[in-house]
Every structure is written in C-alpha cells, then in structure tokens.
C-alpha cells in the first residue's frame, strides 16, 4: 500500500520540526511524489546531506512503501 501525502509530511515534520513541506502526486496514483522541504535543519547543509536528512526521517521506507520521491530542499529564507 503506497504512502499518502499526509503520512510522507508528518514524517518529515517530525524529524525536521519547523519544515514546511509542499506535496504533490506526479503521476495520480498516490505512489509518484514530488516533495519540496524547507527546513531550518539544512542551513550550512549541501544539498546531498539536507537530502539525507529527509530520507533518513523517511524511516528507510524510500524504494519499498514509498515507491518514487522527487525531491527539492532548500533553507528558509
């Protein structure tokens, strides 16, 4: 069973308190998610560690219930 959109933004919330996470459902199914997070967490962070830091509050569910994440970070403004 896929991950909801809800489910994959608590995840991330809760492991990046503050973040604003934006979703969207690329291809309609409920299984193909783009994901923009802005977080505090990732000021001073490349993108390679800012990434990791989301897959890791992800739980390593990446590859298996959550089938495909396109993913942007970025540092609040």
Known sequence: MPMSATE????IREALPGA???MRDLAGDND????KV???QFVGKNRVQQHKMVYYALGGRMG???HALQLSTAVPN
Do not use: K, Y
Request: hydrophobic share 55%.
């Open 20 to 22: 604003e996470v934006e």
């Open 8 to 11: 994959i933004e608590s995840m």
């Open 38 to 40: 802005t977080a505090p």
């Open 64 to 66: 298996g219930v959550l």
């Open 32 to 35: 193909h998610w783009a994901a």
